[in-house]
């Protein structure tokens, strides 16, 4: 009875753990999914804008393109900050199911063996790419910010 109860629990614990690590990829879709989705709407009101400063510039002034020029960035900015933490945050989640499952498979899976996940796969990780892209947009994010002036008035002055 002991060695049953105990065999069904390594199976509900490894099933829990294949299903954390499931979501986390989800997750981590779902994030890319939406970041993609500010993109696009903070591009496209941006460019709307500039482009109808360029119709009617009495409409609206440089000072508008301007204040939205670097309302988008900062919010590019805090947007890609936030994934940051949430990336970083799910790859630690998911390397502490890694371990547990490895762990559990070593204990009670017979042929049934995992190694653990080795730095040297590091960049074969979507997160790692994802990290790496939110670090390019926060750099380009802030020199926009920085450099809004500048902009507006190359491109529509």
């Known amino acids: 009875m002991s060695s049953e109860l105990t065999k ?6 490894y099933k829990f753990i294949q299903q ?3 979501h986390l990829d989800a997750a981590l879709h779902a994030n890319i999914t939406l970041l993609v989705k500010v993109l696009i709407g903070l591009f496209s009101v941006v460019f709307a804008i500039a482009t109808y400063h360029l ?5 609206v002034t440089q000072e508008t393109v301007l204040l939205l020029l670097e ?6 900015l805090f947007v890609s900050i936030f994934f940051f933490l949430i990336t970083i945050s799910n790859i630690f989640s998911w390397l502490g199911y890694r371990n547990d499952e490895v762990e559990l498979l070593n204990d009670f899976g017979g042929a049934l063996q995992r190694q653990k996940p080795k ?5 074969a990780w979507q997160e790692t790419w994802f990290s790496i892209s939110l670090v390019l947009f926060m750099l380009g994010a ?3 910010w920085q450099r809004a002036t500048e902009i507006v008035v190359l491109f529509l002055g």
């Open 71 to 76: 309302g988008a960035s900062l919010l590019m």
């Open 8 to 13: 069904e629990l390594v199976i509900e614990r």
């Open 20 to 22: 954390k690590q499931m």
């Open 55 to 59: 119709k009617e510039p009495e409409s």
């Open 142 to 144: 802030y020199t926009v």
């Open 119 to 123: 730095l040297s796969n590091f960049l």
